[in-house]
């Protein structure tokens, strides 16, 4: 039973390295060759979302917090903007970020700082293929050392 729950859980995991290692790198280095063109913007809001889940022993709530940023950013004279981009830690309303946008159209774009880049997406890719590979090597001896 347990040898079954790691090789799904490993299954999971072997999922997500495969999208992020086929797909999400690409795209990422895709998205960084086209937008070659900088400047600067600035944040325009933060929104923050707290969630509380019980602590274990039953007394009180342990707070968690994410954030999601606005910026906005000027090309040409036109404003632009950039919403709901996860950001972690949180930056300042009004704080000067670097954009990196496509010059043939400047909407495409995203916020240097808070972009996740080829080089970190496969490092995250690899770390979870690890992770599955383990897992499903766990399970497999649970099955078999079970049989």
Same mark, same amino acid.
Do not use: C
């Given at each position: 039973?347990? =040898? &079954?729950?790691?090789?799904?859980?490993?299954?999971?995991?072997?999922?997500?390295?495969?999208?992020?290692? @086929?797909?999400? @790198?690409?795209? &990422?280095?895709?998205?960084?060759?086209?937008? *070659?063109?900088?400047?600067?913007?600035?944040?325009?809001?933060?929104?923050?979302? *707290?969630?509380?889940?019980?602590?274990?022993?039953?007394? $009180?709530?342990?707070? *968690?917090? *994410?954030?999601?940023? !606005?910026?906005?950013?000027? +090309? $040409?004279?036109?404003?632009?903007?950039?919403?709901? +981009?996860?950001?972690?830690?949180?930056?300042?309303?009004?704080?000067?970020? !670097?954009? &990196?946008?496509?010059?043939?159209?400047?909407? !495409?774009?995203?916020? !240097?700082?808070?972009?996740?880049?080829?080089?970190?997406?496969?490092?995250? =890719?690899?770390?979870?293929?690890? @992770?599955?590979?383990?897992?499903?090597?766990?399970?497999?001896? &649970?099955?078999?050392? =079970?049989?």
């Amino acid at each position: 039973m347990l =040898g &079954s729950a790691f090789l799904i859980l490993g299954v999971v995991f072997l999922i997500v390295a495969l999208y992020t290692l @086929i797909i999400k @790198i690409p795209k &990422s280095r895709a998205q960084v060759e086209r937008r *070659t063109a900088k400047t600067k913007g600035t944040v325009k809001e933060v929104h923050v979302k *707290t969630y509380q889940t019980k602590k274990k022993n039953g007394i $009180g709530y342990h707070e *968690t917090h *994410t954030y999601k940023a !606005d910026f906005s950013y000027n +090309v $040409g004279g036109t404003e632009y903007e950039i919403k709901s +981009v996860p950001v972690m830690p949180a930056p300042d309303k009004g704080e000067e970020v !670097d954009i &990196s946008y496509n010059p043939d159209n400047p909407s !495409d774009a995203h916020a !240097d700082k808070f972009f996740a880049n080829a080089y970190s997406n496969k490092v995250g =890719g690899f770390i979870i293929l690890a @992770i599955a590979a383990v897992l499903l090597a766990i399970g497999a001896i &649970s099955l078999f050392a =079970g049989a």
